[in-house]
């Protein structure tokens, strides 16, 4: 199937399916999840069109109830994530270095969960380029740019929690600046 044919298939399940499909969602999440996770769906029937029996609604449903699933696990681990860093602050003895850490884990919590991502391959597990780039299945030039713009979004988070100037996390969000 090419795709043109794909295209024309897809086109047709979702004037038919979409509203059900959604309908599902939204007795599950909330209106802009249920949204993401629809676009998913569709998006995931467009690379697997040639793969779906129709009428492809049990599918559609299926796809749906497993993205969905994974969203919440994503969530649960970035609140898993946040709550070690915040222990690991709770741990820190020194002023400057928990002013640090308290300051990177409460702005990393503001982030979306593609740079939390992103920032903690580097900096927390200790990825080079290369193997950051190959976790997320991505080239290393487009997790070089994913890093670059997390760090910028990092700093500005920094900046606006308050943290500027001589203070250890001042610093910080300076030298993300580069």
Known sequence: MDDAERRAVIDVWFRAYAARVQAYLLH???PQTAQDVLQEVFVTAFRKADQVQDPPLGWLF?????LLSNRYR???RHDELIARLMADVGEESDAGTYELKQAFAHTLATLPAGDQEVLTLAAWYDLTLLQAAEALGCSPSAYAV???RAR???ADALEAAGYRG??????LAEALRG
């Open 152 to 154: 910028k979004r990092l």
């Open 28 to 30: 599950r999440t909330d």
């Open 74 to 76: 994503g969530l649960r």
């Open 146 to 148: 994913r890093l670059h």
């Open 62 to 66: 299926g796809t749906a109830r497993r």
């Open 166 to 171: 001589a203070s250890p996390a001042g610093r």
